[in-house]
DNA sequence: TTAGCTGCAAAACGTTTGCTTCCCG
DNA sequence: CGGGAAGCAAACGTTTTGCAGCTAA
């Protein structure tokens, strides 16, 4: 099986600008208010998939005029302009991303939490086709591979496949 | 794109036993009380994907004597046993289903919120290559897709891809 | 006999919302 | 100035849990 498209680490960088996503915001003709912007700023320097509670952190650290009513907010209506990406990646709590770094899926490290994301076009191929064949017309769609660091012996115990509680990226 | 491993619907038969939960029960060393054999029995039935509200409801047909708080904790039980899966398909409950009928995947109707099962084997064996080229045992994946019937003119308006609110599957 | 299950009601959890005040455009 | 946004706290819907009594093994 050939998977060359693979990109391990699409994004990994594009982070540098912090008004990146206050100019998404302007652009979609949203008011930007001091917590707006504020919020904005937080999701541009992320790095990870946090969610609300760690948003709400972080933006408190910079300025303490925030509620996390606000971060909630916000980050519905980011999600609903196309700007921010909701992701469940088990644990009870929504986690979120900004999508102007391409689309891409996740691996989710199941011992440590953390989440690597990587891009691939066979993949997306795959799904439209399997859509089609089902006589769907592809909408959306949702990949998800939970693993372990391939040690070269198999050792260690099996472990949850879907954590309910607590990870370790980004929140 | 080759993608003939598809089928289209890998259980949509393998039901008729209604003492089939039970005997997985027993199997794992589990009591079996009046509630959890009528809980078992449920879910032998269960065709689709419901979630715990709607598991209730039909045990509580069968035999008023059961809370809905055993219903969530049986489930939980029998999801750690392995017995069931989990899924959240969009919609704030989860849902399951019994893990004896073969691995498979879901594409979610997001305008009826049907479920349609298939399984891929060309999927399966591409999800293990790209967690074995990013250093990873692959654990466990997921792959959702969410799709529209596919009528031959473009018409009707977007819509969500993942619906926060209600399905039509189950629940 | 007793470890483990059940029901009930209360609590926990993440998230949304009503209302009033505030502020951007 | 006017309409949307923010803060607070209360409400929400789903799921978990403490406790007292019950039951399968």
Same mark, same amino acid.
């Given at each position: 099986?050939?998977?060359?498209?693979?990109?391990?680490?699409? #994004?990994?960088?594009?982070?540098?600008?912090?008004?990146?996503?206050?100019?998404?915001?302007?652009? @979609?003709?949203?008011?930007?208010?001091?917590?707006?912007?504020?919020? #904005?700023?937080?999701?541009?320097?992320?790095?990870?998939?946090?969610?609300?509670? /760690?948003?709400?952190?972080? +933006?408190?650290?910079?300025? #303490?005029?925030?509620?996390?009513?606000?971060?909630?907010?916000?980050?519905?209506?980011?999600?609903?302009?196309?700007?921010?990406?909701?992701?469940?990646?088990?644990?009870? @709590?929504?986690?979120? /991303? #900004?999508?102007?770094?391409?689309?891409?899926?996740?691996?989710?490290?199941?011992?440590?939490?953390?989440?690597?994301?990587?891009?691939?076009?066979?993949?997306?191929?795959? +799904?439209?086709?399997? +859509?089609? @064949?089902?006589?769907?017309?592809?909408?959306?769609?949702?990949?998800?591979?939970?693993?372990?660091?391939?040690?070269? /012996?198999?050792?260690?115990?099996?472990?949850?496949?879907?954590? @309910?509680?607590?990870?370790?990226?980004?929140?």
């Amino acid at each position: 099986m050939d998977t060359r498209t693979d990109t391990p680490h699409p #994004a990994e960088h594009d982070k540098p600008d912090p008004l990146r996503i206050e100019r998404l915001c302007i652009e @979609r003709g949203l008011k930007m208010t001091g917590q707006r912007r504020l919020i #904005a700023r937080v999701l541009s320097e992320a790095m990870d998939h946090p969610d609300v509670e /760690e948003l709400y952190r972080r +933006a408190l650290a910079l300025d #303490a005029r925030v509620s996390i009513a606000t971060v909630y907010r916000t980050v519905r209506l980011l999600e609903e302009k196309g700007i921010l990406e909701r992701h469940d990646f088990g644990g009870g @709590r929504a986690r979120y /991303e #900004a999508t102007d770094h391409g689309h891409h899926y996740h691996l989710i490290d199941i011992e440590t939490g953390k989440v690597i994301e990587f891009a691939d076009e066979q993949h997306e191929a795959l +799904a439209k086709a399997i +859509a089609a @064949r089902l006589g769907f017309q592809l909408v959306g769609h949702r990949l998800e591979l939970f693993g372990r660091k391939a040690s070269p /012996e198999g050792a260690g115990g099996p472990g949850r496949r879907t954590p @309910r509680r607590r990870g370790g990226d980004g929140a």
